[in-house]
């Protein structure tokens, strides 16, 4: 499982130039060691007991059916697995939205691991139409699934303790089509109103015995009073006798701040696993106040502590909350232009440690092609961006990847902006003495490699930072 890892920049005051990274390719399955611990000789990743996510491996096909130990979510070995993702909108309004092509786009695109399927109960939802509003949830599973991504069946509700006996109905059909589908999630209760946790509790108990009763023990996560914040309270008399329990937290950044953090983290003191299904960058009306400063102050403490999360809302509204620009519609493959500021950020924050090899921009640089293709169609492909333009081609030969990018102007602004990312670790290339930037590293095949390039300031527009991934390395 030696491999060496290299890359080469030659820049001038116009252009990024050539990036090489070399990799000795050695057949390996399963899932990408995690290179987080590194010891004894420098360069040797040692692998860890958690999970990670890598191109070469769908989600599920690695990590298979997840469960809850403790406050943690764990993967069928014992993982502990974070999932990172997207909320779709309600479904009696974006149901248009709920196709293969939109979720296609987040698992190949973003790199998301997990899909939230917000089924309207009111409104004109599953109360009015519950036939057309369980084949948008279905069409919605089968697309995760054949993705290999994980998906959420929300009862997306804020009054579902009144309509319990609907609950109970959907959810014994939907465990016993999903019993034996690792992929699938089921979310009892969106978001209680004003519901103590007294009135809660037991609705919840009567849903998932339901849902038992089937034979399914997949993962369920429970709503939790004021909106799912008060996951505190519900830490103060859990759900006992059953397993696989995650609990609901839900926060918008610019409302939200440190002192739910606190009742989060008292909830996981006390041995609740929290599961955050649904969070803004916004106000908590999901307009206004955009918060990315609040915002990757949550990401943070999340991901010290794995928790899983979905961001609201992958749809093209006119409000802050939206990952998409009005009129993006519903087609998939956007262009990072019909994302908007909240979309874009969240966008980077899936692709974060995602392993995933999908880069922005519609013609799908550093997609799912064959190896050593840049795009979605095999060797030497490509593709584009607002700010910088990618390949990659593998015509050295069978273990070198050879990446250019190619910003409209400008040049990188120092070192430590040329960066390789191998499985959910992120390295620094090294200048050597030679002329080249390298590291080497123990990197087994079938592991994504990433460049994250800033242009100067006098590049327009000036400092724009990207990232672009290489298709995995070759298998042989």
């Known amino acids: 499982m030696n491999g060496l890892l290299s890359g080469w920049l030659a820049g001038s005051s116009t252009r990024l130039g050539l990036c090489f990274a070399a990799v000795q390719a050695v057949a390996l399955g399963g899932c990408v060691a995690s290179a987080e611990d590194v010891s004894g000789e420098e360069g040797v990743m040692e692998p860890t007991d958690e999970g990670s ?20 979510l764990r993967d069928q070995h014992g993982r502990q697995v974070q999932l990172k993702g997207m909320s779709l909108f309600w ?12 979720v296609n786009t987040i698992a ?46 929300d009862w997306h509700d804020h009054s579902a303790t009144d309509h319990k006996d609907q609950a109970k109905a959907f959810f014994t059909e939907m465990a016993r089509e999903y019993k034996n589908t690792p992929n699938v999630i089921f979310e009892i209760f969106n978001e209680p109103d004003n519901e103590p946790w007294s009135r809660i509790k037991p609705y919840a108990i009567e849903v998932i015995d339901a849902i038992r009763a089937q034979g399914a023990n997949n993962v369920i996560v429970v709503g939790t009073p004021t909106w799912s914040q008060d996951v505190d309270v519900a830490a103060s008399d859990p759900i006992t006798g059953r397993s696989n329990i995650a609990y609901t937290l839900h926060f918008y950044a610019n409302t939200h701040r440190e002192s739910l953090r606190r009742k989060a983290q008292t909830a996981l003191d006390r041995g609740l696993a929290l599961f955050v299904t649904e969070f803004g960058t916004c106000d908590a009306s999901g307009n206004g106040g955009l918060n990315l400063s609040e915002s990757q102050t949550w990401m943070s403490w999340l991901d010290t502590r794995k928790i899983s999360w979905a961001n609201w809302s992958l749809f093209d509204k006119d409000e802050t909350a939206s990952a998409l620009r009005p009129g993006a519609g519903p087609g998939g493959n956007w262009p990072d232009s019909s994302l908007t500021e909240s979309g874009r950020w969240v966008k980077s924050k899936i692709l974060e440690g995602s392993g995933s090899s999908g880069a922005g921009g519609s013609g799908g640089g550093g ?9 979605t169609g095999g060797s030497g492909g490509g593709g584009t961006t607002s700010n910088f ?16 990018v190619v910003p409209p102007s400008g040049r990188l602004t120092d070192v430590g902006s040329v960066k390789a990312q191998v499985g959910s670790s992120s390295y620094d290339l090294q200048y050597q003495s030679w002329g080249e930037w390298a590291i080497s590293r123990h990197v087994p095949a079938g592991t994504v490699v ?18 672009y991934a290489s298709a995995p390395w070759p298998s042989r």
Request: net charge positive; aromatic share 10%; charged share 15%.
């Open 450 to 467: 990433r460049f994250t390039a800033r242009t100067t300031a006098s590049a327009t527009p000036p400092n724009t930072e990207a990232t």
């Open 108 to 153: 190949d695109g973003w790199g998301a691991t997990v899909v939230r399927a917000a089924m309207a109960v009111e409104s004109g939802g599953y109360l009015t139409n519950p036939t057309a509003e369980k084949e948008k949830v279905r069409t919605v599973v089968r697309a995760a699934v054949d993705k290999g991504i994980y998906v959420i069946i």
């Open 53 to 72: 996510f890598a191109a070469s491996s769908r989600p599920v096909d690695t990590h298979g059916a997840l469960q809850i130990v403790g406050n943690q």
């Open 91 to 102: 479904s009696q309004w974006a149901g248009s939205f709920y196709n293969a092509s939109v």
């Open 389 to 404: 333009q990618f390949t990659v081609s593998p015509n050295i030969n069978n273990w070198w990847i050879q990446v250019k």
């Open 367 to 375: 997609g799912t092609g064959g190896s050593g293709g840049g795009g």
